[in-house]
C-alpha cells in the first residue's frame, strides 16, 4: 500500500470523491474536516462548505469507505488569518477574496502541519486542478483542470514549491458530472450534493451585515464624489459597495452610473459612467510564482482578475513594488483587494494581489 493521505472532507461530494479514488489508487487514507467557525455565529445553510451538517457527512463518508475521520478546530487561525482580514480588506476600501486565503493560511499551511502530526505526509482536496513535476525545470507546476467550468486554479495560485510537493489533486482530470457518477458508484448518500456556493461565513450574501456584527459597529457614511471630484451626496459606508456596482446607489441619471474608486482615506465613493471602469494596467503586490523562480523580464501571458473571467492576453513588468499587468485590452472594474493570476497556456505562471489600476 501506498504512503498514508489525509483527504481534507468538507461533506461535499467533490471531497468525497477524492478519497475514493486516492483508496482506488492503493493509498491509506484518513478524512479529516476542519470544523473553521462557531455556526451559532452566522446560521446553518445548506450551500456553505463547513456547516455542523456537512461535518455529519463527512464522517457519513468516512465511515462508509471504512475510513477514520478526524475533526480539527482551526477556529483561532480562521478567524485571524480569514474572518479578520476580510474584515480589515473591506475596511480598507479593498475586495478581498476570503477562498484564496483559506487556502494560503488553513488547508496548505495549517492542515498540511496538522497532518504531519498523525503521520500523514502528504494531504488530497477536491480542487480542480492538476500538480506536475517537471524535471527540466526542477519544479512542481501548478496545471488547470480537464473541466474547465470547474478549474479553481485561480484560488490556488500562492501555493508554494514545498506545499505543491505534499499535496494531492484526484480530481484534476475529471469532470463534475464524472465525479458525480463515482461517488454514486460509490454509494455515498452526497452524491448529488449541491455545490458550495457563497463565502462559508457569510451564507447570505450580506457583506455589510456580518462586518457589522463582527465589528459592532457600523460603517461610518461618507461623501458620493462624481469624476470631477464634485459631492454628490451621502455613502451608506465603504463596506455597502464594490467597484462596477450600478444598483443601490440612491441617484437618478439620465446614463447609467456605476462606483469607479473608492477612497477609504478619505472616505469617499466615485462613481461615473461606464467607459471610467475600463483601464488596461494594474499592479499587483505580494505576488506568488510557481512556473519561474521570478519574475525578471516582461513576460507575455494570459491573466485574470477575477475568477469567472476568461483569461486575456497580457504582459508582465517587473516593478519595483511588485508586477505590472498590461492588458492587451482595457478591462473592466479592476477590483483593488482580488487576486490576478496569470497562465501560460495550461499552467499557472503565479499571480499577486492588485493593488491599484493604473
Same mark, same amino acid.
Given at each position: ?13 467533490? !471531497? !468525497? ?27 446553518? $445553510? ?89 524535471? /527540466? ?12 467550468? &470547474? ?27 464524472? $465525479?458525480?457518477? +463515482? /461517488? ?36 461610518? #457614511? ?24 450600478? &444598483?443601490? +446607489? ?32 494594474? +499592479? ?24 469567472? *473571467? &476568461? /483569461? *486575456? #492576453? ?15 485590452? #482595457?478591462?473592466?472594474?479592476?477590483? #483593488? ?22
Amino acid at each position: 500500500m501506498k504512503g498514508k493521505i489525509l483527504a481534507a472532507m468538507s461533506g461535499g461530494v467533490d !471531497s !468525497s470523491a477524492s478519497a475514493v479514488l486516492l483508496l482506488e489508487q492503493g493509498y491509506d487514507v484518513a478524512g479529516v474536516t476542519m470544523a473553521l467557525y462557531d455556526q451559532g455565529d452566522i446560521g446553518k $445553510t445548506t450551500r456553505s462548505c463547513c456547516s455542523v451538517d456537512d461535518i455529519a457527512d463527512a464522517r457519513s463518508v468516512c465511515h462508509r469507505l471504512g475510513i477514520e475521520h478526524y475533526v480539527f478546530n482551526m477556529g483561532a487561525a480562521f478567524h485571524r488569518e480569514v474572518i479578520a482580514r476580510f474584515i480589515s480588506g473591506y475596511a480598507c476600501g479593498l475586495t478581498p477574496n476570503p477562498c484564496i486565503d483559506c487556502n494560503r493560511y488553513i488547508k496548505f499551511d495549517a492542515l498540511l502541519k496538522r497532518a504531519g502530526d498523525i503521520g500523514c505526509e502528504k494531504i488530497a482536496t477536491g480542487h480542480y486542478a492538476r500538480i506536475v513535476y517537471d524535471e /527540466a525545470l526542477g519544479r512542481y507546476l501548478l496545471k488547470t483542470a480537464a473541466d474547465d467550468h &470547474k478549474d479553481q486554479t485561480y484560488f490556488l495560485y500562492s501555493m508554494t514549491q514545498e506545499q505543491l510537493s505534499r499535496v494531492l489533486f484526484p480530481l484534476g482530470g475529471l469532470t463534475k458530472q464524472e $465525479t458525480r457518477r +463515482l /461517488a454514486e458508484k460509490a454509494g455515498l448518500t452526497n452524491a448529488h450534493k449541491a455545490d458550495s456556493q457563497d463565502i462559508c461565513f457569510v451564507p447570505d450574501g450580506d457583506y455589510a451585515g456580518f462586518i457589522r456584527r463582527a465589528t459592532e459597529k457600523d460603517p461610518e #457614511p461618507g461623501d458620493f464624489l462624481d469624476t470631477d471630484g464634485n459631492v454628490l451626496g451621502q455613502h451608506r459606508g465603504l463596506v455597502h459597495y464594490t467597484v462596477g456596482q450600478r &444598483k443601490g +446607489l440612491g441617484f437618478a441619471f439620465p446614463e447609467p452610473r456605476y462606483v469607479c474608486k473608492k477612497d477609504a482615506e478619505n472616505n469617499t465613493i466615485t462613481i461615473g459612467k461606464s467607459e471610467y471602469l475600463f483601464a488596461n494596467r494594474l +499592479l499587483a503586490g505580494d505576488c506568488n510564482w510557481i512556473a519561474v523562480e521570478k519574475l525578471e523580464a516582461p513576460m507575455r501571458v494570459r491573466a485574470k482578475i477575477r475568477y469567472g *473571467q &476568461k /483569461a *486575456q #492576453p497580457a504582459t508582465l513588468i517587473p516593478h519595483e513594488n511588485g508586477t505590472v499587468v498590461e492588458f492587451d485590452e #482595457p478591462q473592466r472594474a479592476i477590483s #483593488p483587494g482580488q487576486a490576478t493570476v496569470w497562465y501560460d497556456g495550461d499552467t499557472v505562471v503565479g499571480g499577486g494581489t492588485i493593488i491599484r489600476a493604473l
